[in-house]
């Protein structure tokens, strides 16, 4: 600022001081005395104790299953992630297992890289648990209320070892009877039901058989020599494979015998035949292509036909009862936890979200695979779809797992081929069986 203008201001306020010293008391009532409120800021340091919050390091669990199709893959994907958002201090890596899952599976248990969670297959399960490979799930289910009784009883019972539970199936299947409405509708019959028997099986597959274009034979009912069909007749019969401890065989046994002979007699009277006598490798084919009326198969054969064979109308109903009542298999695949698992309550966590009623109810809807919780039996995917009812419900009718004991690959092989030779040499029936079970007698020694 320049030195007039300063000059200037000075002045100013001189005269506003001098006019206000020139003023009389009298001239103006006394001064009400003010009182002057200084505002001061006094400042002092205050030592505040923060309690700082250090996230937690986030736990790591590594799942694997065999490599899927990309769209079941997708699903478990989808339900992973489900799991994270609500379970922020849980990692879940995936890592699926291509080739031979048994022996990586295998390999990695026996040098302790094994992952906490994996797939345990109903048919070789037994072998995990009885080398203490598995950890038992029973204290970590009660921990977190969740009761045996709220899965499928022959599911849950088929990972019970000692009165411990292995394994929480993850979803499962069993075999239904599928019957081709346009062949019953041309032959003029009625559609299967549940309460069918052997003779009304026999009886129809003799109706609905036409061998009269020889370039597209069409036969009642189709008899692969599969050991993933054939035991359900033996148990219909009232006779069991393997003896309840797995120590021995019961091929060989009378209702085991009568079974293979009823069984094998579809192709002998030409109502029946084997998929290759038709050029095909699976039966499933034969039945989309209306050569074969009636066929034994899995829930797998759904989407199969809405893939390739759009135009099929059929129906599903649980396999007739025979002479011993209802029986089926069930395919099942259980999710276990390592028993050297180091987060074995947060691997627990992953098992039960994905086994959760919600996260089954997911599986059941995507169609890929049926729901292990009973509780869904009444669902509304269920009443909307009968054929996958039928499929479920079989579970719950003299259902058995798929699985031999220790030598259930042999105990498989030796099923196989007594069918074969029965089939195509013709061999008797109390013979073929005997010779099966001698064969895998001697591979349990």
Known sequence: MNRPIKFLMLLAVLAL?????????????????????????????????????????????????????????????????????????????????????KQVLLTSIASGTEPDIFYVDIFWWLELAANDALLPLDDLMASSGVSRDDFIPALIDAFTYNGKTYGIPKDFNTLGMFYNKALFDKAGLAYPTDDWTWDDLRNAAAALTDLSDPNKPIYGFCTPPDPGRFPVFIFQNGGMVMNPDYTDTMLDSDPAVKAA?????????????????????????????????MVYEGGWLIPYLRDQFPNTQYGVVMPPAGPGGEGNLIFTVAWGISANTKNPEAAWKVVNFLTSEASQKTVLESGFALPSRQSLQNSDYLKNNPNSAAIF?????????????????????????????????????????????????????
Do not use: H
Not at 54 to 68: C, D, F, H, I, Q
Not at 274 to 292: A, I, M, R, V
Not at 402 to 418: I, L, P, T
């Open 17 to 101: 001081v001098l006019s206000a010293c020139g003023q009389t008391t009298t001239q103006q009532p006394a001064s009400t005395p003010q009182t002057i409120r200084e505002t001061v800021t006094v400042k002092e340091t205050v030592t505040v104790k923060e309690t700082v919050v250090v996230p937690a390091e986030k736990v790591t669990v590594r799942l694997s299953g065999w490599a899927s199709s990309p769209a079941e893959t997708a699903l478990l994907e989808s339900l992973l992630y489900k799991f994270s958002v609500e379970n922020p201090d849980i990692l879940v890596k995936y890592e699926p297992i291509t080739g031979d899952y």
């Open 261 to 293: 002979e009823f069984y094998t007699s579809f192709r002998t009277n030409q109502i029946g035949a084997l998929p290759s006598d038709l050029g095909e490798g699976w039966q499933g084919t034969l039945f989309g292509k209306g050569q074969c009326a």
């Open 393 to 445: 419900n079989g579970s719950f009718f003299g259902a058995k797992p798929f699985f031999w004991g220790a030598v259930g690959s042999d105990v498989n092989d030796q099923m196989s081929k007594a069918l074969e030779r029965m089939f195509k040499e013709n061999q008797p029936a109390p013979e073929a069986m005997k010779q099966a079970a001698e064969a895998i007698r001697k591979a349990m020694k």
